[in-house]
Protein backbone atom coordinates (compact mmCIF):
# COMPACT_ATOMS: atom_id res chain seq x y z
CA UNK A 1 0.00 0.00 0.00
CA UNK A 2 2.71 2.09 0.65
CA UNK A 3 4.04 1.96 -3.37
CA UNK A 4 0.66 3.11 -4.10
CA UNK A 5 0.76 6.00 -1.70
CA UNK A 6 4.30 7.05 -3.48
CA UNK A 7 2.30 7.37 -6.71
CA UNK A 8 -0.37 9.63 -5.16
CA UNK A 9 2.16 11.71 -3.48
CA UNK A 10 4.32 12.10 -7.00
CA UNK A 11 0.75 13.02 -9.29
CA UNK A 12 0.10 15.29 -6.59
CA UNK A 13 3.52 17.24 -6.77
CA UNK A 14 3.13 17.33 -10.68
CA UNK A 15 -0.50 18.48 -9.97
CA UNK A 16 0.83 21.50 -8.21
CA UNK A 17 3.45 22.02 -10.44
CA UNK A 18 0.95 22.67 -13.10
CA UNK A 19 -0.59 25.16 -10.91
CA UNK A 20 -3.47 22.64 -9.51
CA UNK A 21 -4.18 23.62 -5.26
CA UNK A 22 -5.00 20.30 -3.26
CA UNK A 23 -8.42 20.75 -1.38
CA UNK A 24 -9.14 17.51 0.59
CA UNK A 25 -8.25 13.74 0.24
CA UNK A 26 -11.96 12.11 0.15
CA UNK A 27 -13.65 8.82 -0.10
CA UNK A 28 -14.88 8.51 -3.41
CA UNK A 29 -18.91 9.54 -3.92
CA UNK A 30 -20.74 6.09 -3.60
CA UNK A 31 -18.24 4.20 -4.42
CA UNK A 32 -17.01 1.00 -3.11
CA UNK A 33 -13.37 2.50 -3.69
CA UNK A 34 -10.39 0.70 -1.30
CA UNK A 35 -8.24 4.20 -1.91
CA UNK A 36 -9.29 8.10 -1.28
CA UNK A 37 -9.53 10.62 -4.08
CA UNK A 38 -7.55 13.89 -4.08
CA UNK A 39 -9.37 16.65 -4.86
CA UNK A 40 -7.90 20.32 -6.48
CA UNK A 41 -9.09 22.92 -8.03
CA UNK A 42 -7.68 25.29 -10.15
CA UNK A 43 -8.84 28.84 -11.16
CA UNK A 44 -6.39 29.99 -13.34
CA UNK A 45 -7.14 27.28 -15.77
CA UNK A 46 -11.05 27.71 -15.18
CA UNK A 47 -10.13 31.60 -15.82
CA UNK A 48 -8.48 31.29 -18.93
CA UNK A 49 -11.01 28.67 -20.32
CA UNK A 50 -13.87 31.03 -19.32
CA UNK A 51 -11.91 33.74 -21.28
CA UNK A 52 -11.81 31.87 -24.20
CA UNK A 53 -15.39 30.87 -24.36
CA UNK A 54 -16.26 27.78 -22.28
CA UNK A 55 -18.78 27.74 -20.31
CA UNK A 56 -17.04 25.61 -17.33
CA UNK A 57 -19.17 23.88 -14.93
CA UNK A 58 -16.33 21.25 -13.85
CA UNK A 59 -14.13 23.46 -11.63
CA UNK A 60 -12.90 20.40 -9.42
CA UNK A 61 -10.27 18.13 -10.86
CA UNK A 62 -9.69 14.46 -8.96
CA UNK A 63 -6.65 11.98 -8.98
CA UNK A 64 -8.76 8.92 -7.79
CA UNK A 65 -8.86 5.12 -8.43
CA UNK A 66 -10.30 4.16 -11.22
CA UNK A 67 -11.93 1.01 -10.02
CA UNK A 68 -12.71 -0.76 -6.91
CA UNK A 69 -9.99 -3.20 -7.80
CA UNK A 70 -7.37 -2.61 -4.98
CA UNK A 71 -4.20 -2.39 -7.70
CA UNK A 72 -5.80 -0.22 -10.33
CA UNK A 73 -5.18 2.34 -12.14
CA UNK A 74 -4.90 5.82 -10.69
CA UNK A 75 -6.24 8.66 -13.17
CA UNK A 76 -7.58 12.28 -13.14
CA UNK A 77 -11.27 12.95 -13.70
CA UNK A 78 -13.43 15.95 -13.80
CA UNK A 79 -16.44 16.89 -15.06
CA UNK A 80 -18.07 14.86 -17.92
CA UNK A 81 -18.73 18.31 -19.64
CA UNK A 82 -15.30 19.84 -19.26
CA UNK A 83 -13.25 21.54 -22.14
CA UNK A 84 -10.44 19.44 -21.14
CA UNK A 85 -11.97 16.33 -22.63
CA UNK A 86 -12.96 18.50 -25.77
CA UNK A 87 -10.45 21.04 -26.66
CA UNK A 88 -8.09 19.20 -28.99
CA UNK A 89 -5.47 21.53 -27.58
CA UNK A 90 -5.70 19.11 -24.20
CA UNK A 91 -3.95 15.14 -24.63
CA UNK A 92 -6.87 12.87 -25.14
CA UNK A 93 -7.74 10.63 -22.07
CA UNK A 94 -6.49 6.92 -22.27
CA UNK A 95 -8.69 5.17 -19.61
CA UNK A 96 -12.13 5.66 -17.74
CA UNK A 97 -13.70 5.56 -14.49
CA UNK A 98 -15.59 2.60 -14.07
CA UNK A 99 -18.07 4.52 -11.78
CA UNK A 100 -19.47 6.48 -14.10
CA UNK A 101 -17.41 6.17 -17.63
CA UNK A 102 -15.64 9.42 -17.48
CA UNK A 103 -12.75 9.67 -19.15
CA UNK A 104 -9.49 9.82 -17.74
CA UNK A 105 -5.81 10.23 -17.98
CA UNK A 106 -3.54 7.80 -16.76
CA UNK A 107 0.43 6.58 -16.79
CA UNK A 108 0.82 3.98 -18.30
CA UNK A 109 4.25 2.36 -19.23
CA UNK A 110 3.73 3.25 -23.08
CA UNK A 111 1.76 6.27 -22.29
CA UNK A 112 1.61 8.61 -19.90
CA UNK A 113 -0.86 10.29 -20.41
CA UNK A 114 -1.88 12.32 -16.84
CA UNK A 115 2.19 13.75 -17.49
CA UNK A 116 1.10 14.49 -20.97
CA UNK A 117 -2.07 16.37 -19.88
CA UNK A 118 -0.34 18.21 -17.00
CA UNK A 119 2.33 19.54 -19.56
CA UNK A 120 -0.51 20.26 -22.36
CA UNK A 121 -2.18 22.33 -19.45
CA UNK A 122 0.60 24.48 -18.28
CA UNK A 123 1.45 25.12 -22.32
CA UNK A 124 -1.76 26.33 -22.79
CA UNK A 125 -1.83 28.55 -19.40
CA UNK A 126 1.61 29.85 -20.69
CA UNK A 127 0.55 30.92 -24.13
CA UNK A 128 -1.88 33.23 -22.19
CA UNK A 129 0.36 34.29 -20.45
CA UNK A 130 2.27 36.05 -23.10
CA UNK A 131 -0.64 37.55 -24.38
CA UNK A 132 0.73 40.32 -21.99
CA UNK A 133 0.44 44.20 -22.77
CA UNK A 134 2.69 44.99 -25.24
CA UNK A 135 1.47 42.57 -27.50
CA UNK A 136 -1.92 43.11 -29.92
CA UNK A 137 -4.08 40.00 -29.51
CA UNK A 138 -6.68 38.77 -31.57
CA UNK A 139 -10.58 38.35 -30.66
CA UNK A 140 -13.73 36.71 -32.45
CA UNK A 141 -16.92 37.93 -31.94
CA UNK A 142 -19.71 36.65 -32.86
CA UNK A 143 -23.59 37.72 -33.96
CA UNK A 144 -26.29 35.36 -33.63
CA UNK A 145 -29.39 36.70 -35.88
CA UNK A 146 -31.20 34.55 -34.16
CA UNK A 147 -31.05 36.07 -30.95
CA UNK A 148 -30.56 39.69 -32.16
CA UNK A 149 -31.92 41.35 -35.26
CA UNK A 150 -29.46 44.03 -36.04
CA UNK A 151 -31.84 46.33 -37.74
CA UNK A 152 -29.35 48.79 -38.59
CA UNK A 153 -26.76 46.56 -40.55
CA UNK A 154 -27.38 48.30 -44.07
CA UNK A 155 -26.84 51.76 -42.67
CA UNK A 156 -23.84 50.67 -40.78
CA UNK A 157 -22.24 49.22 -44.03
CA UNK A 158 -23.24 52.54 -45.83
CA UNK A 159 -21.35 54.41 -42.90
CA UNK A 160 -18.28 52.24 -43.20
CA UNK A 161 -18.30 52.89 -46.82
CA UNK A 162 -18.63 56.74 -46.51
CA UNK A 163 -16.54 57.72 -44.22
CA UNK A 164 -14.34 54.18 -44.06
CA UNK A 165 -15.05 52.81 -40.80
CA UNK A 166 -17.85 52.26 -38.33
CA UNK A 167 -18.47 52.37 -34.72
CA UNK A 168 -20.58 49.76 -32.79
CA UNK A 169 -20.69 48.25 -29.20
CA UNK A 170 -20.63 44.87 -29.30
CA UNK A 171 -20.67 42.28 -26.28
CA UNK A 172 -17.47 40.42 -24.95
CA UNK A 173 -18.62 37.58 -22.85
CA UNK A 174 -16.44 37.04 -19.74
CA UNK A 175 -13.19 38.27 -21.99
CA UNK A 176 -12.49 41.61 -19.82
CA UNK A 177 -8.88 41.74 -20.87
CA UNK A 178 -9.26 42.46 -24.36
CA UNK A 179 -7.74 45.84 -24.68
CA UNK A 180 -7.57 49.15 -26.81
CA UNK A 181 -6.71 48.68 -30.06
CA UNK A 182 -6.61 44.43 -30.09
CA UNK A 183 -7.74 43.45 -33.55
CA UNK A 184 -11.42 42.10 -33.73
CA UNK A 185 -13.18 39.40 -36.42
CA UNK A 186 -16.89 39.51 -36.31
CA UNK A 187 -18.18 35.62 -37.07
CA UNK A 188 -22.08 35.08 -37.69
CA UNK A 189 -23.58 31.87 -36.36
CA UNK A 190 -27.13 30.68 -36.31
CA UNK A 191 -28.63 30.26 -39.27
CA UNK A 192 -26.63 30.19 -42.95
CA UNK A 193 -24.83 31.95 -44.01
CA UNK A 194 -22.48 31.24 -41.40
CA UNK A 195 -19.03 33.02 -41.58
CA UNK A 196 -16.59 36.01 -40.94
CA UNK A 197 -18.73 39.13 -41.86
CA UNK A 198 -16.32 41.76 -40.58
CA UNK A 199 -12.77 43.04 -38.89
CA UNK A 200 -11.49 45.97 -37.07
CA UNK A 201 -10.36 47.18 -34.12
CA UNK A 202 -10.96 47.39 -30.50
CA UNK A 203 -11.61 50.91 -29.31
CA UNK A 204 -12.12 50.59 -25.73
CA UNK A 205 -11.88 48.26 -23.00
CA UNK A 206 -14.25 46.53 -21.57
CA UNK A 207 -16.94 48.17 -19.67
CA UNK A 208 -20.65 47.20 -18.10
CA UNK A 209 -23.82 48.03 -19.40
CA UNK A 210 -27.24 47.17 -19.28
CA UNK A 211 -28.20 44.06 -21.33
CA UNK A 212 -29.16 43.55 -24.88
CA UNK A 213 -31.55 41.62 -24.74
CA UNK A 214 -33.27 44.22 -22.46
CA UNK A 215 -34.11 42.04 -19.30
CA UNK A 216 -34.24 44.34 -16.78
CA UNK A 217 -31.33 44.50 -13.95
CA UNK A 218 -29.45 42.81 -16.11
CA UNK A 219 -25.90 43.66 -17.25
CA UNK A 220 -23.31 42.46 -19.48
CA UNK A 221 -19.56 43.38 -20.52
CA UNK A 222 -18.92 45.40 -23.99
CA UNK A 223 -16.21 47.07 -25.55
CA UNK A 224 -16.29 49.49 -28.80
CA UNK A 225 -15.01 48.08 -32.06
CA UNK A 226 -14.46 50.11 -34.84
CA UNK A 227 -15.05 47.87 -38.11
CA UNK A 228 -13.09 48.70 -40.75
CA UNK A 229 -15.01 46.02 -43.22
CA UNK A 230 -18.55 44.64 -42.58
CA UNK A 231 -20.08 42.14 -45.20
CA UNK A 232 -23.61 42.57 -45.80
CA UNK A 233 -24.74 38.48 -45.76
CA UNK A 234 -27.85 39.14 -47.38
CA UNK A 235 -26.10 40.09 -49.98
CA UNK A 236 -22.46 39.10 -50.44
CA UNK A 237 -20.29 36.23 -49.57
CA UNK A 238 -18.98 35.70 -46.08
CA UNK A 239 -15.38 33.93 -45.57
CA UNK A 240 -17.40 30.75 -44.53
CA UNK A 241 -16.16 27.32 -42.65
CA UNK A 242 -14.72 26.02 -46.04
CA UNK A 243 -12.26 29.27 -46.55
CA UNK A 244 -11.63 29.02 -42.33
CA UNK A 245 -9.94 25.48 -42.96
CA UNK A 246 -7.68 26.67 -45.00
CA UNK A 247 -6.63 28.96 -42.70
CA UNK A 248 -6.66 26.62 -39.82
CA UNK A 249 -5.43 23.60 -41.06
CA UNK A 250 -4.63 22.15 -38.32
CA UNK A 251 -8.09 22.80 -36.59
CA UNK A 252 -6.93 24.26 -33.52
CA UNK A 253 -9.35 27.24 -33.12
CA UNK A 254 -13.02 26.99 -31.99
CA UNK A 255 -14.64 28.97 -35.02
CA UNK A 256 -18.38 29.30 -33.92
CA UNK A 257 -17.88 29.41 -30.29
CA UNK A 258 -20.91 29.73 -27.74
CA UNK A 259 -19.74 33.03 -26.72
CA UNK A 260 -18.37 36.32 -27.96
CA UNK A 261 -14.68 37.32 -27.48
CA UNK A 262 -12.85 34.43 -27.35
CA UNK A 263 -8.98 34.86 -28.49
CA UNK A 264 -8.18 33.57 -31.85
CA UNK A 265 -4.76 32.01 -31.27
CA UNK A 266 -1.51 33.56 -31.88
CA UNK A 267 -0.25 30.56 -34.41
CA UNK A 268 -2.78 31.22 -36.70
CA UNK A 269 -3.44 34.70 -36.83
CA UNK A 270 -1.26 35.89 -39.67
CA UNK A 271 -3.06 32.72 -41.78
CA UNK A 272 -6.61 34.08 -40.87
CA UNK A 273 -5.43 37.73 -41.54
CA UNK A 274 -3.51 37.07 -45.02
CA UNK A 275 -6.64 34.96 -46.17
CA UNK A 276 -9.38 37.51 -45.22
CA UNK A 277 -7.10 40.25 -46.59
CA UNK A 278 -7.24 38.08 -50.11
CA UNK A 279 -10.77 37.06 -50.10
CA UNK A 280 -12.00 40.96 -49.07
CA UNK A 281 -9.47 41.79 -52.01
CA UNK A 282 -11.03 38.90 -54.32
CA UNK A 283 -13.78 39.99 -53.89
CA UNK A 284 -13.46 43.95 -54.04
CA UNK A 285 -15.46 44.36 -50.41
CA UNK A 286 -12.48 47.44 -49.79
CA UNK A 287 -14.51 49.68 -51.15
CA UNK A 288 -12.82 52.40 -49.42
CA UNK A 289 -9.67 52.65 -50.38
CA UNK A 290 -7.75 55.03 -48.05
CA UNK A 291 -8.26 53.36 -44.47
CA UNK A 292 -6.21 50.93 -42.94
CA UNK A 293 -6.09 48.61 -45.93
CA UNK A 294 -3.44 51.54 -46.89
CA UNK A 295 -1.08 48.84 -44.95
CA UNK A 296 0.35 45.91 -46.84
CA UNK A 297 3.08 43.58 -46.97
CA UNK A 298 4.63 41.29 -48.37
CA UNK A 299 5.16 37.76 -47.07
CA UNK A 300 7.13 35.07 -48.37
CA UNK A 301 5.69 31.67 -47.84
CA UNK A 302 7.61 27.97 -48.50
CA UNK A 303 5.85 25.57 -49.87
CA UNK A 304 7.54 21.78 -49.46
CA UNK A 305 6.05 19.49 -51.71
CA UNK A 306 8.30 16.20 -52.08
CA UNK A 307 11.63 17.69 -53.61
CA UNK A 308 12.17 20.21 -51.57
CA UNK A 309 10.61 22.21 -54.60
CA UNK A 310 10.19 25.78 -52.85
CA UNK A 311 7.60 28.04 -54.04
CA UNK A 312 7.79 31.91 -53.34
CA UNK A 313 4.33 33.50 -53.16
CA UNK A 314 3.93 36.97 -52.53
CA UNK A 315 0.50 38.48 -51.00
CA UNK A 316 -0.30 41.49 -49.44
CA UNK A 317 -1.08 41.91 -46.08
CA UNK A 318 -2.79 44.23 -43.65
CA UNK A 319 -0.18 44.81 -41.25
CA UNK A 320 -1.42 46.16 -37.56
CA UNK A 321 1.99 45.48 -36.54
CA UNK A 322 3.48 48.24 -38.84
CA UNK A 323 0.63 50.82 -37.92
CA UNK A 324 1.58 50.30 -34.30
CA UNK A 325 5.70 50.71 -35.35
CA UNK A 326 4.64 53.82 -37.37
CA UNK A 327 2.40 55.05 -34.48
CA UNK A 328 5.24 54.86 -31.99
CA UNK A 329 7.72 56.80 -33.78
CA UNK A 330 5.53 59.62 -35.14
CA UNK A 331 2.94 60.25 -32.63
CA UNK A 332 -1.03 60.40 -33.43
CA UNK A 333 -0.57 63.93 -34.32
CA UNK A 334 -1.70 64.96 -38.18
CA UNK A 335 1.68 64.91 -40.46
CA UNK A 336 -0.17 67.42 -42.61
CA UNK A 337 -1.89 70.04 -40.81
CA UNK A 338 -0.92 68.85 -37.42
CA UNK A 339 -4.54 68.03 -35.70
CA UNK A 340 -4.47 65.68 -32.52
CA UNK A 341 -7.83 63.91 -31.06
CA UNK A 342 -6.48 64.01 -28.27
CA UNK A 343 -6.41 67.49 -27.92
CA UNK A 344 -9.24 67.99 -29.10
CA UNK A 345 -11.55 65.18 -27.73
CA UNK A 346 -9.55 64.16 -24.91
CA UNK A 347 -10.18 60.44 -24.17
CA UNK A 348 -12.12 59.72 -26.81
CA UNK A 349 -9.97 60.91 -28.83
CA UNK A 350 -6.71 59.31 -27.57
CA UNK A 351 -5.34 56.94 -30.07
CA UNK A 352 -7.16 57.82 -33.04
CA UNK A 353 -5.13 59.01 -36.37
CA UNK A 354 -4.96 57.20 -39.88
CA UNK A 355 -2.03 55.59 -41.68
CA UNK A 356 -1.71 57.07 -44.53
CA UNK A 357 0.64 54.44 -46.65
CA UNK A 358 2.57 57.13 -49.13
CA UNK A 359 3.00 54.62 -51.97
CA UNK A 360 -0.27 53.21 -52.74
CA UNK A 361 -0.79 49.22 -53.76
CA UNK A 362 -1.65 50.31 -57.28
CA UNK A 363 1.51 52.23 -57.72
CA UNK A 364 3.82 49.63 -57.13
CA UNK A 365 5.01 46.27 -57.85
CA UNK A 366 4.44 43.10 -56.37
CA UNK A 367 7.72 42.95 -54.64
CA UNK A 368 7.53 45.27 -51.86
CA UNK A 369 7.78 44.82 -48.16
CA UNK A 370 6.32 47.99 -46.01
CA UNK A 371 8.68 50.13 -43.73
CA UNK A 372 6.81 51.14 -41.01
CA UNK A 373 8.66 54.53 -41.14
CA UNK A 374 9.45 55.28 -44.40
CA UNK A 375 6.32 54.27 -45.93
CA UNK A 376 3.51 55.24 -43.62
CA UNK A 377 2.62 58.58 -41.88
CA UNK A 378 -0.18 59.57 -39.87
CA UNK A 379 -2.45 62.08 -41.32
CA UNK A 380 -6.06 63.21 -39.53
CA UNK A 381 -8.91 61.70 -41.68
CA UNK A 382 -9.51 65.35 -43.39
CA UNK A 383 -6.26 65.47 -44.55
CA UNK A 384 -6.27 61.77 -45.52
CA UNK A 385 -9.22 62.37 -48.05
CA UNK A 386 -7.69 65.39 -49.90
CA UNK A 387 -4.43 63.39 -49.85
CA UNK A 388 -6.57 60.72 -51.90
CA UNK A 389 -8.55 63.01 -54.11
CA UNK A 390 -6.66 62.39 -56.78
CA UNK A 391 -4.62 59.08 -58.32
CA UNK A 392 -2.05 58.53 -57.74
CA UNK A 393 -2.57 60.64 -54.37
CA UNK A 394 -0.77 63.32 -53.84
CA UNK A 395 2.39 63.16 -51.68
CA UNK A 396 2.32 64.71 -48.22
CA UNK A 397 4.53 67.81 -49.61
CA UNK A 398 2.38 68.85 -52.12
CA UNK A 399 -0.89 68.31 -50.12
CA UNK A 400 1.08 70.55 -47.26
CA UNK A 401 1.84 73.29 -50.29
CA UNK A 402 -1.99 73.23 -51.33
CA UNK A 403 -2.70 73.19 -47.87
CA UNK A 404 -0.33 76.72 -47.42
CA UNK A 405 -1.24 78.58 -50.34
CA UNK A 406 -5.31 78.85 -49.62
CA UNK A 407 -4.35 79.37 -45.80
CA UNK A 408 -2.26 82.76 -47.06
CA UNK A 409 -5.33 83.60 -49.41
CA UNK A 410 -7.81 83.49 -47.13
ZN1 LIG B 1 -4.72 66.77 -41.01
ZN1 LIG C 1 -3.82 56.96 -47.51
Not at 3 to 21: D, H, L, T, V
Not at 30 to 54: A, C, I, M, S
Not at 234 to 241: A, I, M, S, Y
Not at 356 to 374: C, L, R
Amino acid sequence: MSNRKNIYNSIRQKMEAAGFQFETEQKPHLQNRKENELKFVHPQLVKRLEEDGYKVRAKKFYIKPLTDEPDCEIGFVTGKSSPLYKESFFIKANSSDSFDETPAWTNRENNAALDSLLESITGYLKTSSDVSSDQMNTYLFTWNPNKWDWVDLADSIEHLETIGYVERRWSCGNSKGIKKGDRVFLIRLGKEPRGIMGSGYAKSSYYVASHWDGSEGKTTNYIDIEFDILINPNEDTLFDKESLELVDINGVQEWFPQLSGISIKQEIVESLESHWFNFIKENKYIKNSFVSNDVVTKIKETYREGKAKDITQTRYERNPEARKRCLRHYGYSCKVCDFNFEHHFGEIGQGFIHVHHINQISDIGKEYEVDPIKDLIPVCPNCHAMIHSKRPAFSIKEIKEIRKTIYNKV
